[in-house]
């Protein structure tokens, strides 16, 4: 299982870097959201995953699933997900007041 | 502790004039400052009888211990001999200033900048620690600088002082990494104490390049071939500075590094040639293009580099006696740096007179080309007679003190001559040969100072006003320099006696006994080699000089954009446009360009350090085993993440996204991760929400149109970091060195009274990391507020510029 998620997340992170590499904006910021789940699923992959029960104490037995990971990915869950939305009215505004959405055209007045 | 006040006097007063200067309308402020180096004259004056009979007088005064740096000032015969001519020279060129320099100028700036200089200058020859002698080092570069660009309104100003500053900075640097090198072999950044452990530390491997560097360091300060370029520029300054730093003070500072350090590095063979040769080649070339130049102050400058070259190569002669074990007949040889000495007190009162005389002529004609001057003998007679003896002892004549130093150089290359060390018989011939040369030449532009600027025919029609005879005041200080000039040729031995026995004793600390190492200078010294030299020079000269337009020719023979100054002009002005392309070819702008760059940083230094430490290990025997319906989710996952880089709708590639993140959440559920799995649900829901309600603003998603190149290079960028990742993370899965901390996470209810791990996990036991979060959501939520929130307000476009 573990060697299979890790290929899925190199495929994710392929895809990631591909469209960060693209000169449109939308495309930067999804590239952005799809490496975030990439890394996600990597902290809790290695971690080891089907290990044990879920980490409830009232509702499981030992043992239990690595329960860390999971508070780290919580936390990283919310912050990508705060930077995203930014992002994505920040490029909202960039489109409204330099009416383009691509890097190539959004560069400093000196190669205008 | 005398010392140290006379290296903080010129500073404090320099504090004091920049504070008082409105106050102080009445008098000129000059007359304020010239207490200063007269003070200083004074207090150094009264020690001479004590350095004289041998002691020294030295200082601590604790600075940084803890790094061995500390203000130790050193008084003995070498620093006594600057000291006086800072000083000395110094009080003349201030009283000159005062009347040279009109009210009109911003004198404040004038006089706090030139007493700036001078304490550096007394800090650079007082200290004995290297540390605190490179500082007053640069400390008298900037001030120069400042001085050099006095009148920054010019463009020749400021270009000649950047110029100075480049040259002699880039020296300092060089001189500061061989001083750290000497701190590295012996441990001490006392010049005395380093002297004293020369005998461990010549076979060190970084003997060499400390002296290489040091040596870069003196002759970028003085004027050295090829850094010699920026002194002629330096004649952008006022004509006392002129005199006073680029002929008399400062340009002598690498003279004295040179000799301060002879005791250490004299003894090797590099030392003996490296000096020698740059001082005789700088003899050369100075001379020799002095002799082309049309403006008084540059011929001047010229002047100046070859007699500093001819000093130079005599210091550089003086340390083949550190070779040789001490016996009668190879005093001779030590007599060379005698005659250095000499020659250091002698050019520094006749070039001071005379660019005195340079700044009265230019100050009461007009103008100082030579093509414009002519016949100011009878006008001013005073300027002239000035003029007559510098020129004269410039050009070793008697009854002046440049004849006697002249004949001790001529004496030096004839006895250097039949030395039978390092190598030097082989071509000890040219050793005379050059330096009967280079006097020629120096025969010949000193006739030009006197013939073409004061006799033959006068030119006044081409003057803008009538030209009289200097007033008084500006006159007494070149007098006192001439009568100087006069009277050292007659009494050089009493100079002999009190000044340079004791530099010579500081020079050769343990040679020899003092009295054999000060020869007595006679000023007629019978029919000998020398003299007949000095009368050829007079008679070449002569004719030389009445053919002048005959062989001017040969100035014209090599191409003006071969010279030194061209090849500055190009290093410069190359690479400023080398390092605007090099910038301008990778910071394009774009941002895919600097994706790229980091991400081909990222395979190089990571996968390159991967694969080179061995650090691949692959194994699947601790794997958990895949059901069927996780077969499935991982092909949707696969699917869905490849095919939304061919979509050709934006509204399909969320949806994609979408599709991703829900299978992220199957996932979580998969793993035993029911809160990762809620929030990703709620969190993947709004992100959809928000990145269509974004496409509700934004154009259609066009079709990129990439170059295929730009194509293949971006997938073989992201196919190579994908794998990159895989590869570490397999590497990285099977490491189980250390326990596990989450055990202890798993006594929560104990602990901290919760049953779910997770959310012990974040809101008690890092609580912390918790709290962050929450600030960063906070603020995500005030940003896209106020990108909101300014559109409603102004309406856009105000806000871009």
């Known amino acids: ?27 930067v910021i999804l590239g952005t959201a799809i490496l975030s789940h990439a890394v996600h699923l990597l902290i809790l992959t290695i971690a080891g995953v089907k290990k044990g029960n879920v980490p409830l104490l009232k509702e499981a037995e030992s043992p239990y699933t690595d329960a860390l990971p999971q508070a780290l990915i919580l936390t990283a869950i919310v912050i990508s997900f705060a930077v995203t939305a930014f992002v994505l009215v920040l490029a909202f505004r960039i489109y409204q007041t330099s009416k383009s959405d691509d890097f190539e055209s959004l560069r400093g007045q000196k190669y205008e | 502790m005398t010392i140290h006040v006379a290296i903080i006097l010129p500073f404090l007063m320099a504090f004091i004039i920049s504070i008082i200067n409105k106050k102080f309308t009445k008098i000129h402020i000059g007359w304020l400052a010239l207490t200063v180096p007269i003070i200083v004259f004074i207090i150094l004056a009264r020690l001479i ?12 005064y604790q600075w940084i211990p803890s790094l061995d740096i500390n203000f130790t000032t050193y008084l003995d015969g070498l620093s006594m001999i600057f000291g006086l001519l800072i000083s000395g020279i110094g009080s003349l060129v201030v009283l000159y200033s005062i009347f040279y320099l009109s009210s009109k100028e911003s004198l404040q700036h004038f006089y706090c900048y030139l007493l700036l200089f001078m304490g550096a200058m007394l800090g650079v020859v007082f200290s004995d620690n290297l540390m605190v002698l490179y500082a007053f080092w640069e400390l008298t570069s900037v001030s120069s600088f400042l001085l050099i660009s006095f009148w920054h309104h010019r463009k020749a100003s400021r270009a000649g002082a950047q110029k100075s500053m480049l040259i002699t900075v880039t020296g300092g640097v060089s ?10 072999m012996t441990d001490s950044y006392s010049v005395h104490e380093i002297i004293h452990q020369i005998e461990h530390i010549s076979e060190h491997e970084l003997f060499i390049p400390a002296m290489i560097l040091i040596l870069l360091g003196a002759f970028t300060k003085s004027a050295q071939f090829p850094f010699h370029i920026w002194l002629p520029d330096a004649m952008e300054a006022p004509t006392p500075v002129s005199a006073y730093l680029h002929s008399a003070t400062m340009v002598k500072a690498g003279i004295y590094l040179v000799a301060r350090l002879s005791p250490i590095f004299g003894g090797e063979m590099l030392w003996f040639w490296i000096v020698t040769t740059v001082g005789l080649i700088t003899l050369f070339w100075g001379s020799f293009n002095a002799v082309k130049q049309t403006d008084l102050k540059a011929l001047l400058a010229f002047s100046t580099v070859s007699q500093l070259g001819l000093i130079m190569s005599l210091v550089g002669m003086g340390s083949v006696a550190y070779a040789l ?23 520094s009162t006749f070039k001071g007179a005379l660019f005195m005389m340079v700044g009265i002529v230019d100050h009461e004609v007009g103008t100082r080309d030579i093509r414009r001057l002519g016949g100011l003998m009878s006008i001013m007679p005073l300027t002239f007679t000035v003029a007559v003896i510098g020129s004269l002892s410039m050009a070793g004549m008697p009854p002046f003190n440049g004849f006697l130093s002249k004949e001790l150089f001529f004496a030096a290359v004839l006895h250097i001559k039949d030395l039978n060390l390092f190598s030097i018989s082989s071509v000890g011939i040219l050793f005379p040969v050059i330096a009967w040369i280079a006097s020629v030449f120096t025969f010949i532009y000193c006739m030009i100072i006197i013939f073409k600027a004061f006799l033959g025919r006068p030119l006044i029609q081409k003057v803008e006003r009538p030209v009289h005879e200097a007033p008084f005041p500006l006159l007494v200080a070149p007098f006192i320099l001439c009568i100087m000039v006069i009277s050292l040729f007659f009494f050089p ?39 007949l030299m000095t009368i050829a020079v007079i008679l070449i000269g002569t004719i030389l000089y009445r053919l002048l337009g005959k062989w001017m020719g040969i100035y014209r023979f090599y191409p003006p954009n071969w010279s030194l100054n061209a090849l500055y002009v190009n290093v410069i002005s190359g690479s400023e446009s080398l390092s605007n392309k090099v910038t301008n070819s990778y910071m394009t702008g774009l941002l895919r360009h600097y994706a790229f760059y980091i991400y081909s940083f990222f395979i190089f230094s990571v996968g390159v350090f991967f694969f080179y430490s061995g650090a691949f290990s692959f194994s699947t025997e601790n794997n958990a085993s895949i059901e069927w319906y996780e077969w499935i989710l991982i092909g949707v996952m696969l699917l ?33 991760a029911p809160d990762l799995a809620l929030t990703q649900l709620v969190v993947e829901s709004v992100t959809t929400v928000l990145f269509l309600l974004c496409f509700y603003y934004l154009p259609e998603w066009s079709t990129e149109k990439l170059s295929i190149s730009t194509k293949i290079s971006n997938s073989i960028i992201s196919i190579t970091v994908g794998a990159l990742v895989v590869v570490i993370s397999l590497a990285v899965l099977n490491f189980d060195k250390f326990e596990r901390i989450s055990k202890y996470f798993e006594d929560a209810y104990n602990l901290a009274g919760g049953a779910n791990i997770v959310n012990t996990i974040l809101g008690d036991f890092r609580g912390f990391d918790t709290m962050l979060e929450v600030v960063v959501l906070f603020i995500a939520g005030l940003g896209v507020y106020t ?15």
């Open chain 2, 640 to 672: 869905a993440a490849i095919s939304i880089l061919f979509v050709k709708s934006r509204i399909t590639a969320v949806i994609l996204n979408g599709v991703l993140g829900f299978g992220v959440t199957f996932f979580f559920v998969l793993f035993r």
């Open chain 2, 493 to 531: 031995n009493t100079l002999g006696k009190y000044i340079l026995k004791p530099a010579m004793v500081s020079i050769y600390p343990n040679l020899a006994p003092a009295q054999k190492l000060t020869p007595e200078i006679h000023a007629w010294h019978g029919i000998n080699t020398e003299i």
């Open chain 2, 175 to 184: 001189m500061l990494v061989g001083f750290i090198m000497l701190h590295m």
């Open chain 2, 49 to 60: 009888p004590i350095i004289a009979s041998g002691n020294p007088y030295t200082h601590t």
């Open chain 1, 1 to 27: 299982m573990e060697t299979m998620m890790i290929l899925l997340i190199g495929v994710l992170v392929s895809v990631a870097t591909y469209l960060i590499l693209s000169k449109n904006v939308i495309r």
């Open chain 2, 787 to 801: 990108l909101i929130k300014f559109k409603a307000k102004k309406g856009g476009t105000d806000f871009e510029d």
């Open chain 2, 325 to 347: 074990d001490f016996e009668a007949d190879t005093v001779i040889y030590t007599q060379a740096t005698f005659a250095a000495l000499f020659h250091l007190i002698n050019h």
